[in-house]
């Protein structure tokens, strides 16, 4: 896997802006594990910053996302956003379901979670807006009866190249595993600007896509004024809340804009990335 995904990023990181280096690429904490100070909350229908019902707490080290505050879910999907923009970068998060979904949640949201990519900034996100614009990492936990791979893509305000061709339909799955019960799961996300993204699930390879970019259908993109067909080479990264219980005990960076002056110089940072 390792081998191929190298190949790729030489293949198709194209034009690279210079900056600095550093000598080695590290794994940053996003999530210090004691609070939520690095992070801005937005519920649909709150206000920013309201943690309507308690819904993302920290508990004996976790980022705990819960529903025992709610009387129903109401279609109340909420994301918690961390402070700073990323461009270049590979995102790690160490996930689990627990218990059961909140009365009301849609079908389709039973252990289904995820991590947003390159989003609009929050305080922009509309008080009736479900979804930030971004593309999602889906993460989904088996329900028992029916495959269900994890890592898929999903595509709120956007589209997506693949195989060369424009992705316009809203989901497609990996080729990951189904993973079942309240096992913790690996997914780790290489996000090299607006040229190509790689979903990673316990160190195999399931997703590759490239140019994310603005989907001038939606509604939200318009309200924004972005550029039907834009491409998205930055944003901010947030996690879900989609009405089923989740548990997050690692979210960690390594910021990879120090090296992306050519596609030489980023494959070799790449390599150096501890545990990857």
């Given at each position: ?42 519920i ?10 308690n ?105 997506v ?21 309240d ?71 390594v910021?990879?804009?120090?090296f ?17």
């Open positions: 896997m390792k081998n191929l995904l190298f190949a790729a990023v030489l293949a198709l990181v194209l034009s690279c802006g210079s900056s600095s280096k550093k000598s080695s690429p590290q794994w940053v904490q996003l999530f210090n594990g004691k609070d939520l100070k690095d992070w801005t909350i937005k649909k229908d709150h206000a920013l910053n309201e943690n309507f019902g819904t993302f707490r920290v508990e004996n080290g976790v980022l705990k996302v819960v529903y025992d505050q709610y009387d129903g879910f109401k279609e109340q999907y909420g994301h918690i956003f961390h402070k700073n923009k990323y461009s270049y970068y590979l995102l790690g998060i160490e996930y689990r379901f627990i218990g059961n979904q909140i009365k009301d949640g849609p079908g389709w949201a039973i252990r289904n979670s995820g991590a947003m990519l390159h989003c609009q900034a929050p305080e922009t996100i509309k008080k009736e807006q479900d979804f930030p614009i971004s593309m999602e990492a889906q993460f989904l936990g088996g329900n028992g009866t029916d495959p269900r791979s994890t890592a898929n893509l999903c595509t709120p305000g956007t589209n190249v693949m195989k060369n061709e424009l992705f316009t339909p809203h989901c497609v799955n990996s080729s990951s595993k189904t993973y079942a019960g096992q913790w799961v690996r997914v780790e996300m290489l996000v090299l600007g607006d040229s190509i993204i790689h979903h990673i699930v316990e160190g195999d390879t399931v997703l590759t896509y490239s140019k994310p970019q603005y989907d001038g259908r939606d509604q939200w993109v318009k309200g924004m004024g972005f550029a039907d067909g834009g491409l998205i080479h930055e944003g901010y990264i947030s996690l879900q809340s989609e009405s089923h219980p989740i548990e997050f005990r690692k979210v960690e960076i910021d990879l804009s120090s992306k002056s050519t596609p030489a110089a980023l494959q070799e940072a790449i390599k150096k990335i501890p545990r990857l």
